[in-house]
């Protein structure tokens, strides 16, 4: 069971969302070689989800939605990022304003 670094694929994540003229951020940094990683998805300030990515069954890693509904406010979705970063110390936050949200999340549930 192998998986990049957190910090490689943190970049790789950044430079994809910069490539297409997207907002990206590290809103959280966590532990450089073994964090685990939160997405929050966003597309023209509007929240439309979270993505996490989790050891499956099958002992690789996969992204799936976690966290507040699209409708969330602020106040929810910083209360889940404080919960989980309060469990979790290596824990890291990307924080993205997308314009194609739906496709962002599809590719990235689809290429685990």
Do not use: C, N
């Not at 450089?32 to 939160?38: D, M, Q």
């Not at 304003?97 to 689809?110: G, H, L, Q, S, V």
């Amino acid at each position: 069971m192998s998986r990049l670094p957190t910090h490689v694929e943190v970049g790789g994540i950044l430079r994809r969302a910069t490539a297409a003229g997207d907002f990206a951020a590290v809103t959280k940094k966590g532990d450089a070689e073994r964090g685990s990683l939160l997405i929050f998805v966003a597309s023209r300030g509007r929240h439309v989800s979270i993505l996490e990515r989790v050891l499956s069954v099958e002992g690789d890693y996969r992204w799936r939605q976690v966290g507040p509904s699209d409708s969330a406010s602020s106040a929810e979705i910083a209360d889940f990022l404080a919960k989980r970063a309060r469990f979790d110390d290596d824990l890291w936050a990307i924080e993205l304003d997308i314009a194609e949200p739906e496709r962002f999340i599809a590719e990235t549930i689809a290429s685990a």
